[in-house]
């Protein structure tokens, strides 16, 4: 098992960035692939983005590519770059890592066996 701890949410203008981290202590940490996931309220969490456990491949949701971009440390950390933020973007954001043999890309909750406790993002209009 793996722990995921998020931070950097905030409030920010439309069209601003924030970058969220995501620091993992447990097993192995280039053994798993990790994800970004939010949940805005009334809303299911949906799929944002993944990092392969090399970092060597990403993947992204059609609503956030070319506007966030995930990347991660060799030793500990993953990270969420978001910029051009809309107010759509507004949600929770959570950070998760897969388990063994997890096809690619990971982009169903149940890909994902380890999850972050959440970091709020606020966009304003």
């Known amino acids: 098992q793996v722990q995921l701890v998020e931070s950097g949410g905030g409030l920010v203008q439309a069209g601003g960035s924030l970058r969220l981290s995501c620091a993992a202590s447990?097993?192995?940490?280039?053994?798993?692939?990790m994800g970004w996931f939010r949940q805005a309220p009334g809303k299911e969490r949906e799929f944002v983005a993944a990092?392969?456990?090399?970092?060597?491949?990403t993947y992204y949701a059609d609503s956030v590519k070319g506007r966030f971009t995930v990347s991660r440390e060799y030793a500990k950390n993953t990270f969420l770059q978001m910029n051009s933020l809309k107010p759509e973007d507004t949600a929770v954001y959570y950070c998760?890592?897969?388990?063994?043999?997890?096809?690619?890309?990971?982009?169903?909750?149940?890909?994902?066996?380890?999850w972050g406790q959440g970091t709020q993002v606020t966009v304003s209009s």
């Open positions: 998760a890592a897969t388990g063994w043999g997890t096809l690619w890309p990971p982009t169903k909750l149940a890909d994902f066996g380890s």
């Open positions: 447990g097993r192995t940490f280039t053994s798993y692939a």
């Open positions: 990092i392969s456990g090399s970092g060597s491949s």
